[in-house]
Structure formats: structure tokens, C-alpha cells
């Protein structure tokens, strides 16, 4: 799991969860050790047993109406115990003040403390996703990556080799754009592969005589898109440098395995006059066949072998 801080969770889900930090700024580096959220309803009534204190915890309605019911002497002490146990922040939903026996106590223990305006159940919800994809496993990669027809291409090859040129081209013929140069990719919860951009680079591009281009400004927002799942790699190279690895039929595709993931990969030598955007959006098509059931090699190899059998015998 990747270490993640409640800065972290801010930053990811701050607008999107509505967060403001109540108090406790200046401890927000503490770390989240376990991705989960956790209601202490238990806790607050003194049973630490199975306490979940490595988790955010959140105090909804009926925590609330709970501290409430306690005198401020019995509240402090069952909020103490609790931020004694060395929780990484508390969140309170429904945009209710925090009570100022929390704020002691957390002020004391050093923990930071959020609210948000949204429901419990529908906080934690989001929440929770948010926390997923902030503990997934990642990794950055030297390649530019599109959308084409609802298919995630990864562009790569040797630096010059025409990566972000061809991306600005599929750009031009009405696709869009998910990162340049460098693609950031994550394995989510249910085991796919997503690509994003890094933030610092997001929906920008760098076109070698040209310079830095920002692509929404030019083509639209349609052009670009934050976040695509990884289908298919295209590695670009020189014609003669690596042919032998070029498949021919496609009867024998290749894959390579990111983060446990087999993803399809195509090798595409690249020659003066070729239209490799055009070459790359039909592999992009030919993949989304296959992945509803139409393998245009296996049908004609099929097709083959019943002609010759049928002729031999």
C-alpha cells in the first residue's frame, strides 16, 4: 500500500467531498495507514476492542447525537481515549460544528479535523473510492496516450520517434488526449490498468520545432480526457530495428504484463511517408472487435484451413 497522508486525501478528494480543514492544519501530514473509514460508534462509548484506529474516522448524525447526550466532563474524556489512540483525523459530515471537547482533544493528540456537508453514507462512499485509487499501485512510463473510440492506446518508443506527434494527430482526427510523453498508470480496485497524466503536465503537449501547446485551448475540451483505461500499447520503431518482432498476421499477438495486467502490444515500424496515426486508430478499432468477439486473423485462418482441407481432401 502507498503511503498516504491526510494532505493526500485532501488534495484528491477535497473538491469533490466539499473538505475543509476545522482545525489541526498544521498536522495534515499525518499518515492514513489503512485505506477504509471507519464510524467509531463503539469507541466513543468506551469499547476499544477491534478498534479500527488506523482508519479515518467519521462522525456522522449519530455520533453527533450521541456526544450530545453526554456531559461536556464525560465527552471530553470518551474524545480523548479515542484521539489517544493515535487516529490519523477525524471528518464530520453534515457540516456540523465540532464540539469543543473534540477540538481540545485533538489539538492535543495533534489530529487534524475536516468537515464536509455531505451525508455520512454518501461520504463514505466517495470517500472510499477516493482512498482506493490513492493506495493503488502505480507507475509512470514513457509514452503518449489517447482515446480512440473508447479505446485507451499507449504510445511508445524511442525519444523522436513521432510519440507526440502522432498523439496531435489523432487529436486532429477528432480523438483525444490522455497524457504526453508521460503517462502515469494505476491498477484500480477491480484490476484494471488506468492511465492518467502527471498533474504538472496534464492536458499539455510538447511538439519537438513547436514547443509546449495547451490542447483544450485548441481543440476543445473534447479533445482531452483526465483519466482512460489502458487497452492496447503501441511501441513505435525504425524500420529494420526490431522487425523481426512485428507480427505479420496477428495470429501471434504480443502482451506485456503491467502491474500483473497482460495488456495487447503492437509493434509498428515507422518509415518516412507512413501515416502512423491512420495505422494506429484502425489497431485501436481492430482491438475493440476483439474485445466483442471478432478476431479478423483467426476468422481468415480459419477460413483457410477449411479451404485447404476441403481441397486436400
Given at each position: 500500500m502507498r503511503p498516504v497522508t491526510v494532505r493526500d486525501f485532501i488534495e484528491a478528494g477535497g473538491s469533490m467531498l466539499s473538505l475543509t480543514v476545522a482545525a489541526g492544519g498544521e498536522h495534515v501530514d499525518r499518515h492514513i495507514p489503512e485505506e477504509a473509514l471507519n464510524r467509531p460508534g463503539l469507541a466513543l462509548a468506551g469499547f476499544f476492542q477491534y478498534f479500527a484506529n488506523r482508519r479515518i474516522?467519521?462522525?456522522g448524525l449519530a455520533e453527533g447525537a450521541y456526544l450530545?447526550?453526554?456531559?461536556?466532563?464525560?465527552?471530553?474524556?470518551?474524545?480523548?481515549?479515542?484521539?489517544?489512540?493515535?487516529?490519523?483525523?477525524?471528518?464530520?459530515?453534515?457540516?456540523?460544528h465540532a464540539f469543543p471537547e473534540l477540538l481540545r482533544a485533538a489539538k492535543a493528540h495533534r489530529i487534524p479535523v475536516l468537515r464536509s456537508?455531505?451525508?455520512?453514507s454518501r461520504f463514505i462512499n466517495a470517500a472510499t473510492i477516493i482512498m482506493e485509487n490513492l493506495v493503488a499501485p502505480r507507475q509512470r512510463v514513457q509514452?503518449?496516450?489517447?482515446?480512440?473510440?473508447?479505446?485507451?492506446?499507449?504510445?511508445?518508443?524511442?525519444?523522436?520517434?513521432?510519440?507526440?506527434?502522432?498523439?496531435?494527430?489523432?487529436?486532429?482526427?477528432?480523438?483525444?488526449?490522455?497524457?504526453?510523453?508521460?503517462?502515469?498508470?494505476r491498477k484500480d480496485s477491480s484490476g484494471v490498468i488506468m492511465g492518467s497524466a502527471p498533474e504538472i503536465t496534464r492536458y499539455h503537449m510538447e511538439i519537438r520545432g513547436l514547443g509546449i501547446i495547451?490542447?483544450?485551448?485548441?481543440?476543445?475540451?473534447?479533445?482531452?480526457?483526465?483519466?482512460?483505461?489502458?487497452?492496447?500499447?503501441?511501441?513505435?520503431?525504425?524500420?529494420?530495428?526490431?522487425?523481426?518482432?512485428?507480427?505479420r498476421t496477428g495470429l501471434q499477438p504480443g502482451t506485456r504484463d503491467v502491474m500483473g495486467v497482460e495488456i495487447p502490444l503492437i509493434s509498428l515500424p515507422v518509415a518516412p511517408g507512413r501515416d502512423m496515426a491512420h495505422v494506429i486508430e484502425v489497431a485501436a478499432l481492430n482491438q475493440k472487435l476483439k474485445f466483442l468477439g471478432h478476431d479478423a486473423a483467426k476468422e481468415l485462418d480459419a477460413k483457410l484451413i477449411a479451404v485447404l482441407t476441403e481441397k486436400g481432401g
Open positions: 474516522q467519521v462522525i450530545k447526550s453526554l456531559t461536556p466532563q464525560e465527552r471530553e474524556k470518551r474524545l480523548q481515549a479515542v484521539c489517544a489512540r493515535h487516529i490519523p483525523c477525524f471528518v464530520i459530515t453534515r457540516n456540523r456537508p455531505m451525508i455520512t509514452g503518449s496516450m489517447v482515446d480512440i473510440m473508447g479505446i485507451g492506446v499507449l504510445i511508445e518508443g524511442a525519444p523522436g520517434i513521432g510519440k507526440s506527434e502522432t498523439a496531435l494527430a489523432m487529436v486532429e482526427r477528432g480523438h483525444s488526449l490522455v497524457a504526453d510523453d508521460v503517462t502515469e498508470l495547451h490542447v483544450p485551448s485548441l481543440f476543445g475540451v473534447a479533445s482531452i480526457r483526465r483519466e482512460m483505461r489502458l487497452d492496447l500499447i503501441v511501441r513505435l520503431h525504425p524500420v529494420g530495428d526490431g522487425d523481426e518482432d512485428d507480427d
